[in-house]
Structures are given as C-alpha cells and as structure tokens.
C-alpha cells in the first residue's frame, strides 16, 4: 500500500514522526529546518549578505541583518 505524502518530498508521513527538518512548506526542494527562508521559494539559497537570511525573504539583501531591524520602516 502507498503511504501519504503530504509535502510531496518523497518521504512518507508515516516516516516522518512530525521532524520539523523533514517538511518543506515553501515546496523549494530544501526542508524547512534547513532552509534560509522557510516561507518563500528560494532553492538556490542565495544570501549574500551572508547574515543567515535568504534573499528571498530579506529585508536588505546587501547587508547583513540577521534581525531584519528596519528601524526607518521603508
């Protein structure tokens, strides 16, 4: 019988006992506990500013940030 795979990573359900590094809720191909911006597609994980936050989902790519402070809020 086939199981469910909710995320579509090839990884049954049943397999994955809940880990939180084995889901991929953006469907990027980079499970979520691994990846730089779990919310927004970003397969290639550019970042670099290199402040740990993918360009995909960082407020200023140019420089490192790790905050996301945006103390002006532009």
């Known amino acids: 019988s086939e199981q469910e795979d909710e995320d579509g990573d090839g990884v049954g359900d049943a397999c994955k006992d ?4 084995l889901t ?3 469907k990027d191909g980079v499970p979520d ?3 730089n911006c779990p919310a927004e ?3 290639k994980q ?3 500013d290199k ?3 993918g360009s995909a989902c ?3 790519p140019d420089v490192p940030n ?3 402070a945006d103390s002006d809020n532009d």
């Open 66 to 68: 790790p905050r996301q």
């Open 58 to 60: 960082d407020n200023c």
């Open 33 to 35: 506990g691994f990846d």
């Open 41 to 43: 597609a970003n397969a």
């Open 46 to 48: 550019e970042d670099p």
């Open 51 to 53: 402040d740990g936050v």
């Open 18 to 21: 809940g880990e939180p590094a």
């Open 24 to 26: 991929d809720g953006d």
